[in-house]
């Protein structure tokens, strides 16, 4: 599943933020100066203040192997004063689960783990005059599984709806996931990181109600149900032309005409000649039907949100024996 990621920078190196001239030159410095791979310590080079803190990343579950591109990003604390004058920085974590750095400004800090398929809990650090080192422990959980479903007010599931789901991780990464329901209603989203997100269901430009607000928290996503109004359908019946009698097995397909569109399903009509198509989007469609020894048969539709518009088609036979068939007790003048 493809996911957009938007204003999530990733720091190698001390920058302040909002200073683009010094992300810039601290990312060039980062590749000069980096540290060893798996030292999990950043280069002295880096120090600018009297600060430092390490610790270990621990894995939940507890059995997972670290993957190799687990880090610690520290950046000034959101919720807490002091922390002004503080950094960011994108620490390294090695193979036994350790990182460290130094040089850092006195204030408060926040620090997560984050790798690709993980998501550390946040924790809050302040180093002051009196508490220049802090060792800490970081809990990191594997992410999870989003799974959700879209019904309409029957209950019934709806296929091919569009679901967005945006919103912003705890590590500060504007997210966007866009998929659409399938044959049960369901959608999913792999490896969700934890952040706080709303999803919106609908069609393009047609949204089928207001979007939900949901959470994820220490790898653990809800299951999400969206139920929507009751969409659009059409009624097909299909008749012998010019003696009103049902037909039975007329193969009827509908279509939608909008070049974004193309066939939603091909229904065979019961033994009062009709065929019920349900759960469409509004707009413009075809009904198209055939059945051996009758000509082909199509009409025009326009349906809008919430409504079910009626098509009558009237099959021709192609052969007078077909009427007899179909119509067993003719009337003496039908003869």
């Known amino acids: 599943m493809a996911i957009v990621a938007k204003g999530h920078r990733r720091f190698g190196d001390v920058v302040r ?24 310590t950043e280069s002295a080079a880096v120090a600018q203040g009297p600060g430092s803190i390490s610790g270990r990343v621990i894995l939940d579950p507890t059995d997972a192997k670290a993957p190799n591109d687990l880090v610690v990003f520290l950046r000034p604390s959101r919720f807490q004063t002091g ?6 920085r994108e620490i390294k974590v090695d193979a036994a689960g350790r990182f460290a750095t130094k040089g850092l400004p006195l204030g408060a800090y926040e620090a997560r783990a984050h790798a690709a398929e993980w998501d550390g809990q946040p924790l809050e650090v302040v180093l002051s005059e009196s508490v220049r080192h802090c060792d800490i422990t970081i809990r990191a959980f594997r992410r999870g599984d989003l799974l959700g479903f879209v019904r309409d007010a029957t209950r019934a599931p709806l296929e091919g709806v569009q679901v967005v789901i945006q919103g912003t991780a705890e590590r500060g990464a504007r997210v966007v996931h866009e998929t659409t329901t399938a044959a049960d209603g369901s959608f999913r989203w792999d490896r969700i990181e934890d952040g ?6 609908g069609y393009p430009n047609i949204p089928l109600r207001s979007p939900l607000d949901f959470q994820v928290r220490d790898g653990k996503a809800p299951t999400l149900v969206l139920d929507v109004p009751r969409l659009s359908g059409i009624d097909v019946r299909v008749v012998v032309s010019g003696v009103d009698v049902p037909v039975e097995g007329f193969s009827v397909t509908c279509v939608r005409a909008e070049a974004s569109g193309g066939e939603v399903a091909t229904l065979l009509t019961d033994a009062e000649g009709r065929a019920s198509f349900r759960n469409l989007p509004p707009g413009n469609y075809a009904v198209r039907g055939f ?6 048969v199509s009409a025009s539709v326009r349906i809008e949100v919430g409504k079910v518009e009626p098509v009558r088609l009237e099959a021709v036979p192609l052969l007078d024996e077909l009427i007899q068939s179909l119509n067993p007790n003719p009337k003496p003048d039908d003869r």
């Open 83 to 88: 922390s002004k004058g503080t950094v960011a």
């Open 17 to 40: 933020f909002g200073d683009e001239r010094g992300l810039r030159n601290a990312r060039d410095g980062a590749r000069r100066r980096r540290a060893p791979e798996g030292t999990g």
């Open 291 to 296: 059945r051996e020894y009758f000509k082909r």
């Open 196 to 201: 706080n997100y709303s999803v919106a269901v």
